[in-house]
């Protein structure tokens, strides 16, 4: 049975930091490109960062990019999003997501998801 679980959310101030985390089990970690997702309330959920399998590639949305960053530990079978300077508009449910890949981009993610974890809540309040 494969499990995503994210910890790692919270209620913070404006321009504080945040880690997520997402653990996960029962699926080969290291051949599935990875995503996190953000979905503010009454919003659709968006791509806020993705990574390849290896982490060697990586993307990361516009309104994030030098406050965001994606990593993973294949050992450790988790991947990571180190959130800084956060603001009010990040704030919103993230969800991590795997795509199974055959090469070390991070697009698959970009294009579907194979499985998906229950989310945690980021706040961010002004």
């Known amino acids: 049975q494969v499990q995503l679980v994210e910890t790692g959310g919270g209620l913070v101030q404006a321009g504080g930091s945040l880690r997520l985390s997402c653990a996960t089990s029962?699926?080969?970690?290291?051949?599935?490109?990875m995503g996190w997702f953000r979905q503010a309330p009454g919003k659709e959920r968006v791509l806020v960062a993705a990574?390849?399998?290896?982490?060697?590639?990586?993307y990361v949305q516009d309104s994030v990019k030098g406050r965001f960053t994606i990593a993973r530990d294949n050992a450790k079978n988790t991947v990571y999003l180190q959130m800084n300077n956060l603001k009010p508009e990040d704030t919103g449910v993230h969800y991590c997501?795997?795509?199974?890949?055959?090469?070390?981009?991070?697009?698959?993610?970009?294009?579907?998801?194979?499985?998906w974890g229950q989310g945690t809540q980021v706040t961010v309040s002004s």
């Open positions: 990574i390849g399998r290896s982490g060697e590639n990586t």
């Open positions: 029962g699926l080969t970690f290291s051949s599935y490109a």
């Open positions: 997501a795997a795509k199974l890949s055959r090469d070390d981009t991070y697009w698959p993610i970009l294009r579907s998801s194979d499985y």
